[in-house]
């Protein structure tokens, strides 16, 4: 079971419309001295503003250690997210992390968005 402000982070956070570059990130609240690791759990950021995978996962994972928590870059990838059709699809890859796991990325997804089709695909960049 997760700790619970690891419950209060959100599983997805993505741009309401576009394509765009996205990073699964595993989150983990920072071990005491001495024991072992603490909860972990794995989130899904994706922006248009990002130029870079890296950009995405800089400002996270800066966020997420001011919060005393310590991050992981999965992998990344694209998303195309059409809100009006409620489509989401999945793919492609990051030149710096690599391909993240789209299977698990799309499950946090569908959580998120239930009435949407989400789709993923190991093809594209």
């Known amino acids: 079971m997760a700790a619970p402000d690891l419950a209060q982070i959100s599983d997805v956070d993505i741009d309401s419309d576009g394509v765009f570059k996205y990073v699964l990130i595993r989150v983990q609240s920072a071990p005491s001295s001495g024991t072992p690791a603490g909860e972990s759990k794995e989130i899904v950021r994706g922006y248009k503003w990002a130029e870079y995978h890296a950009d ?28 009006q059709e409620k489509k989401i699809h999945v793919y492609g890859y990051s030149m710096g992390y690599g391909r993240a796991q789209h299977s698990v990325s799309t499950e946090k997804i569908k959580a998120k968005y239930p009435d949407y089709e989400v789709t993923w695909a190991d093809d594209g960049y």
């Open 56 to 83: 995405i996962y800089d400002k996270v994972s800066g966020e997420m250690q001011k919060k005393g928590y310590d991050c992981q870059c999965l992998g990344g990838g694209r998303i195309s997210h059409q809100s």
